[in-house]
Structure formats: structure tokens, C-alpha cells
């Protein structure tokens, strides 16, 4: 009998209830990383369309001294994909890691829509909102 030869390798799972990169790597997708150094607003909108937001959204951080939008974005993201985390550490990022916490967010729906679209999950209904980004740079 002979035995099916494994054409694919198996990725490397994802750390259950973790981010897939860390706040400080933005040496992993340096395009996002030149480009929200060199337009940050502009940025952010980019992502809170890709989440599925309104890419004015982040517009409104403006306002006051807790940004609404980054604590929006790092919560949504994090109830999404169930990663660990609480409104009050999305509130510190948010606040004292600003550019940091809108990178890590773009690398994550990247990474997610990555490992959605390599995979031939049934779960399709948690990604529906990332179709846009499968195969795609938010740059």
C-alpha cells in the first residue's frame, strides 16, 4: 500500500489568546511602518477600514486625551481574534504607544487574513470583514 505524500507543511500555530507580533516589532512589515512615519492620519484610517470601521474613525483621537478610536480598534481586534487583554491595557497602548498599537493592529489583520486565505478553514464567517485585505498591503 503505498501511503499520500504531504505536499504542504504545517504552519506554525498561533499562540492561542496572543497578538501574532509584538508592540515593538515594526521591523516585521516596514512598509506600514515607513508609511505611518510619514503620515500617521492617514494611516489609521487605513486600518479602521480594513477592521470594517469608518476610516474616519480615527480622526476622532483628536479630541480628547484617551484616543476613542485606537481603544476601539485594539478591542474589536482583540474580541475578533480572542486575544488576552483588557480595556484598560487597550487604554494604556492607546495612550502612551499610539503609532506602536495602530502598527501591531495592521500587522495582526494582515497575518490573519494571510493564515485565512492559506488555509482551507470553515470559519470563514470570523473574516469576512478582512476580504479586502487577503493578498493585499494596506501601503
Do not use: N
Not at 5 to 28: F, H, M, R
Not at 54 to 81: H, T
Not at 128 to 139: D, E, P, W
Request: charged fraction near 15%; hydrophobic fraction near 35%.
Amino acid at each position: 500500500m503505498s501511503r499520500p505524500v504531504v505536499q504542504v507543511q504545517p504552519q506554525e500555530a498561533q499562540d492561542a489568546g496572543q497578538w501574532s507580533t509584538g508592540l515593538c516589532e515594526c521591523y516585521k512589515d516596514m512598509g506600514d511602518c515607513c508609511f505611518a512615519l510619514c503620515c500617521l492620519p492617514l494611516f489609521t484610517c487605513k486600518v479602521a477600514g480594513a477592521v470594517g470601521a469608518c476610516p474616519c474613525l480615527p480622526l476622532l483621537d483628536c479630541i480628547g486625551c484617551v484616543p476613542p478610536a485606537s481603544l476601539a480598534m485594539r478591542a474589536s481586534v482583540r474580541q475578533r481574534y480572542g486575544i488576552q487583554g483588557s480595556v484598560c491595557s487597550d487604554c494604556v497602548y492607546g495612550c502612551c504607544c499610539y503609532t506602536l498599537s495602530w502598527l501591531q493592529i495592521s500587522r495582526e489583520l494582515k497575518r490573519r487574513a494571510a493564515t485565512h486565505a492559506s488555509s482551507s478553514s470553515s470559519s470563514s464567517h470570523r473574516y469576512t470583514a478582512l476580504t479586502s485585505l487577503q493578498g493585499a498591503h494596506l501601503v
